[in-house]
């Protein structure tokens, strides 16, 4: 961890301590940024870090609150982490008696790129994990009493406050030592019951309080605020589930890239079948094979039977969820890495399990520990290389957006990590994208217009990426023709020519001033419906008639 850099996938913290450091000043209950339904409880908990820890953390960062309460945050990320690891390395320990197999699959369960990025990120994920591993843990090793029923709840009542799809990994708790338990399978329904009204207390009584705090008073808002989750919803999810999976352990980069490169077919791209396997398809490869080792081993023993169900009652709830909303996100797949990493535990050290097995077992699930930590280092030379355009980004007003193509712009990624080194955005406050990944894509048009019309009211200046300027995109720009049927690379490009520019910055690849002028303001106003700016849509808001 000390050598690594995270990779851009925590980048909401960005905007958790912007809602965190604005609600300071106000009451909890005039704060509606503090209440999103998803991370119901992550920035209430933010808020009430700062408001402790603030006085003495602040200083330490220039008096910066911004960088200081990220700090909080993602303190509370290791502190997740680090609890994650040793509930996997004590059940690792109780399963096989090991004390070295149980230390080896801590230190490779650490090296998960998902572990790895979101453990310093600031985002609630490894959080709401350790909440839901400790009680995964109690209810398979502990004794059914009601105490440790009540707390296993009260643990999974929490992760979903902190995550609501953590709530999918109820089931492998309820059943967990049913499952394990080495005599016949007996399903204790009074200390599941226990479970199932302590989690649903502790989720009850809290969202009761952010819904009131929030002022959500009609059925409408309420659903509108619980859809705000599927506002980043994609299609063709088992596609793209084939790379989202293996990103639950290995940090595959712009290895995804040049895999949806080739099966789009991108006509800028070109990427064939040889260029696939070079660049994209070993850790695809690796992941499978260890996948397909796993249960094989576990198969051919008692035990490993039992923690193969177990793995699979852990993680088919999150694979549906993902199929249903976002399979290529790697979080997706976070709350099923507990359950995996201890199989894996059992087969590389179960007394049952063969020595032959147990080596390979051992050897495939430890690929990933150099791979990652590569990936990692190459992360962090690449920060290094794009310093000189966030370096032209910080002349700006601090008040300026500027707009690149789409969520691999390196520059996307600078806007949000990196809040401990000095050559993060700092003065640029906002980083905005063209393209969403979301269920909104058919309505970018009218978005961004919605968007760049709002800053100028407010006096503020936009700015937006020269790419948009180029006929066709290179490969270094990670632009993949074909991954949203709704958006093209010719329609980015066409609809930024008409435009009038005022200033620019840095080159071919630099920037330009999107100035407030009456053409302007026309163009943005032809992509509003009856050219009204009221007509335009919270963006988080699913929408019901998208345009082609």
Not at 142 to 151: D, E, F, I, N, S
Not at 260 to 272: I, L, N, T
Not at 275 to 284: K, N, T, Y
Not at 511 to 527: E, M, Q, T, V
């Amino acid at each position: 961890m000390a050598f690594t850099t995270p990779s851009s996938i925590g980048g909401d913290t960005y905007w958790y301590v912007l809602d965190i450091r604005a609600s300071l000043t106000r009451p909890w209950t005039n704060a509606p940024a503090l209440w999103e339904f998803a991370h119901v409880l992550w920035r209430p908990l933010g808020r009430a870090l700062a408001q402790i820890f603030l006085p003495i953390t602040a200083p330490r960062f220039g008096g910066d609150a911004q960088t200081a309460i990220t700090f909080l945050l993602a303190c509370v990320s290791v502190v997740g982490a680090l609890v994650c690891v040793l509930t996997v390395h004590a059940a690792v320990w109780r399963l096989t008696r090991r004390p070295w197999i149980a230390a080896f699959v801590a230190a490779s369960f650490l090296c998960l790129s998902p572990i790895l990025n979101y453990s310093r990120t600031g985002c609630p994920y490894t959080a709401g994990l350790a909440c839901s591993a400790v009680a995964l843990y109690l209810a398979a090793f502990r004794a059914p009493a009601w105490k440790t029923a009540a707390l296993c709840g009260l643990l999974s009542g929490i992760a979903a406050l902190l995550w609501v799809p953590f709530l999918m990994s109820l089931p492998a708790v309820l059943v967990a030592r049913a499952v394990l338990e080495r005599r016949k399978l007996r399903f204790d329904f009074r200390w599941a019951a226990i479970v199932c009204v302590s989690a649903g207390a502790a989720l009850a009584s809290f969202y009761v309080f952010a819904i009131a705090a929030a002022h959500i008073s009609s059925v409408p808002n309420l659903m509108a605020w619980i859809r705000r989750e599927s506002a980043y919803s994609r299609d063709r999810t088992l596609l793209r589930m084939a790379t989202g999976m293996v990103r639950g352990f290995y940090d595959l980069g712009n290895d995804s890239v040049w895999f949806k490169w080739f099966v789009f077919r991108d006509p800028y791209a070109q990427v064939g079948l040889l260029d696939l396997l070079r660049a994209a398809l070993a850790r695809l490869a690796m992941f499978y094979a260890a996948l397909a080792c796993l249960a094989i081993v576990l198969w051919r023993s008692s035990m490993g039977r039992k923690l193969l169900l177990l793995t699979a009652i852990a993680a088919l709830p999150h694979l549906a969820l993902a199929l249903a909303l976002e399979s290529g996100d790697p979080a997706r797949y976070l709350p099923a890495l507990p359950a995996v990493a201890m199989a894996f535990g059992y087969a590389a050290g179960g007394a049952e399990i063969g020595r032959g097995a147990r080596i390979l077992a051992t050897v495939l699930f430890c690929l990933h520990i150099p791979a990652n930590l590569m990936s990692g280092q190459a992360a962090a030379r690449q920060g290094r290389e794009a310093a000189q355009r966030i370096a032209l980004l910080n002349s700006l007003p601090p008040r300026s957006r500027l707009y690149v193509v789409n969520l691999r712009d390196a520059l996307f990624g600078a806007g949000y990590g990196a809040a401990f080194h000095s050559g993060s955005l700092r003065p640029l406050r906002e980083v905005g994208v063209i393209v969403p990944s979301s269920l909104r894509s058919p309505l970018w048009r009218t978005d961004f217009s919605c968007s760049v019309l709002k800053l100028w009211d407010q006096r503020r200046e936009t700015w937006i990426s020269k790419r948009v300027l180029a006929n066709r995109p290179t490969r270094a720009w990670m632009w993949v023709e074909g991954d949203d049927p709704h958006v093209t690379w010719q329609a980015v490009n066409r609809f930024f020519l008409p435009f009038g520019r005022a200033q620019d910055l840095a080159g071919d690849d630099g920037f330009f001033l999107l100035s407030d002028a009456p053409a302007n303001r026309r163009i943005l106003l032809d992509n509003i419906p009856d050219a009204d700016p009221r007509n335009c849509q919270d963006p988080f808001v699913q929408p019901t008639q998208p345009r082609s």
